[in-house]
Structure formats: structure tokens, C-alpha cells
């Protein structure tokens, strides 16, 4: 057990080294030559990665259309784009966007909230942020931290760097965080949740045609709350460009019957991310064990 330990914490010395590495060249690097290095190092190495299996898995049995040539190609494009959004992470402040759907955002910026904004693994999503923030929304996210402590201080850094003046705020996945956003919405804020993860105790929803367990939170929430949920996606223009694509509020389900608008609700959010990724596949991480054997 010892042994386990130490080989543990040696491992994490060696991640924290090589992401302290790889963000600091991108720093000297600037963001366009950065986030063009980054993705030709992913779409190089990442397909020859063990878990692009489960990316060729996942597009076999959701876009079963696809051949196999074109399931290669989207999986090495979905390298390139990782690629680039890890090493633009500490451009964020200096990467260029343009929004569509402004006006759906407007209430929000001029009255606050509570409100939850859903999106995906789509295009670059850490743009959504610093992006809202230019609207004088300051979104607080739900996120998955980091296995790696020290690692996970860097981007949430790199998060911090992206917005001026105070950081915007950050839920870290479990209990602890899941009462602090509870607080946060009833303060009336603003919350962003990246809803394409799996959630083996969440409930089943089609995702592209196939049943995916699915994390109903945003919509207990926003019936919680009496909130709207806005969908949103960003979309990759170029290096260091994006479109934050914002749509309408998604429709609250009629009745009383709580679990039937659960279901309805979550339904409509996994029909929203199904066309998104539809349209763009390589945009969306296909990395994620979605779907059950």
C-alpha cells in the first residue's frame, strides 16, 4: 500500500510538471501559434491513444451512418480541437468571439437570475465564461475537478485570468459544491452546467438516438427555482475565434406531475446537444464512456 502511495504521488509530481510545462510554452507561445502546436501534437498522438477506442465505440454506435474512414477522420479532428482548446486555455482573456442569440442573454444581463445555462464538450467551452462575462453576466460553472490537485489549481487559474476583477465562481462536482451552487441560485445567480457526462444513477435519455444515462440536475433545478434554461454552444471559427451560439429558453413542461417534467425537460436538453453534435461531430468530445455496453 505504501508502494501504491508513493508511486501515486510521484505520478502526480510528473503531471503537474509536464502541465506547468505545456501551459508555459503556450504562454511564450502566443495564442494562435500555441493553439495551432497544440492541435497538431493531439491529431498526431491522440489516435494512437487506447481511449480513442472508446471515441470510435461511441461514433460507431451513435452515428452508425458514418464509415469507418469518416469515424478516423472525425476522431482525428476532434484531437485537433482538444488540442487547441487545452492550449488556449491561458489565452482566454485574448481569444475573439462573436455572439448569436444576444437577445435571449439580455434579460438575464439587465435583471440577473436565478438561470441556468446548458451546454456541452462543444467547440472550446471554456469560452462560455469570459464570454458571458463581456455581457455583465457572471456565470458561475459546475465542473469535474481535476484527480490531480496541483493540476487543478493551474486551470482553475487559467479560469481565474480569463475575467477581470473577481474570479468568477466555481462548483466542483459532489456535495460541497452541489450546496454551494444551490446558494448561488437562490442568490439569484446564474449557473452554468455542462450536461453531456454520463451519471450512472441519472435517468435514461436518448442522446443521438441512444438511451444515455443522464444527470437530471438541471432540470430539478430550474423547477426548483422556477428558472429558465438556456442553451448554449460555442462554435470554433478558426484559432482563437468562436461564435457563442445562445437559443431560446427551453419550454417548461405543462402539468404537475414532477417527474414526467423531469423527464421532459432532460429529454429537450439531450435533443438540443443531439443536433449539436450532429451537425458538427468533430467539435464534441467523444472521449466520455456516454453510453452503457
Given at each position: 500500500m505504501a508502494?501504491?502511495?508513493?508511486?501515486?504521488?510521484?505520478?502526480?509530481?510528473?503531471?503537474?510538471?509536464?502541465?506547468?510545462?505545456?501551459?508555459?510554452?503556450s504562454r511564450r507561445l502566443g495564442p494562435e501559434r500555441a493553439s495551432a502546436l497544440g492541435g497538431r501534437i493531439a491529431r498526431a498522438?491522440?489516435?494512437?491513444?487506447?481511449?480513442?477506442?472508446?471515441?470510435?465505440?461511441?461514433l460507431a454506435r451513435a452515428l452508425p451512418k458514418l464509415t469507418a474512414a469518416e469515424r478516423d477522420r472525425v476522431v482525428r479532428d476532434m484531437w485537433e480541437n482538444l488540442g487547441r482548446t487545452v492550449a488556449e486555455l491561458p489565452h482566454l482573456p485574448s481569444l475573439t468571439w462573436e455572439m448569436e442569440g444576444r437577445e435571449y442573454l439580455e434579460p438575464i444581463a439587465a435583471h440577473g437570475g436565478p438561470a441556468i445555462l446548458v451546454s456541452g464538450h462543444i467547440g472550446n467551452w471554456e469560452v462560455l465564461p469570459p464570454a458571458l462575462a463581456t455581457m455583465g453576466i457572471r456565470m458561475g460553472s459546475v465542473y469535474r475537478a481535476a484527480d490531480n490537485a496541483e493540476v487543478d489549481a493551474l486551470i482553475r487559474a487559467c479560469r481565474a485570468a480569463a475575467v477581470e476583477g473577481e474570479p468568477l465562481p466555481l462548483f466542483p462536482k459532489g456535495s460541497l459544491g452541489a450546496r454551494a451552487a444551490l446558494r448561488f441560485l437562490s442568490q439569484g445567480g446564474v449557473l452554468g452546467m455542462l450536461a453531456d457526462q454520463k451519471l450512472n444513477d441519472g435517468i435514461a435519455v436518448p442522446l443521438l438516438g441512444v438511451p444515455a444515462m443522464t444527470a437530471p440536475a438541471p432540470a430539478q433545478l430550474a423547477l426548483r427555482f422556477g428558472c429558465p434554461i438556456i442553451p448554449g454552444r460555442v462554435l470554433r471559427l478558426g484559432p482563437c475565434r468562436f461564435r457563442l451560439v445562445a437559443e431560446p429558453p427551453l419550454p417548461v413542461p405543462p402539468g404537475e406531475d414532477r417527474q414526467a417534467q423531469i423527464l421532459a425537460l432532460t429529454t429537450a436538453i439531450n435533443d438540443r446537444l443531439s443536433a449539436w453534435i450532429a451537425e458538427r461531430p468533430a467539435e464534441w468530445l467523444w472521449l466520455h464512456r456516454r453510453w452503457p455496453n
Open positions: 508502494r501504491t502511495s508513493h508511486m501515486s504521488r510521484f505520478l502526480h509530481r510528473v503531471e503537474y510538471a509536464a502541465a506547468r510545462l505545456l501551459l508555459g510554452l498522438i491522440g489516435p494512437l491513444l487506447p481511449v480513442s477506442r472508446t471515441a470510435r465505440s461511441n
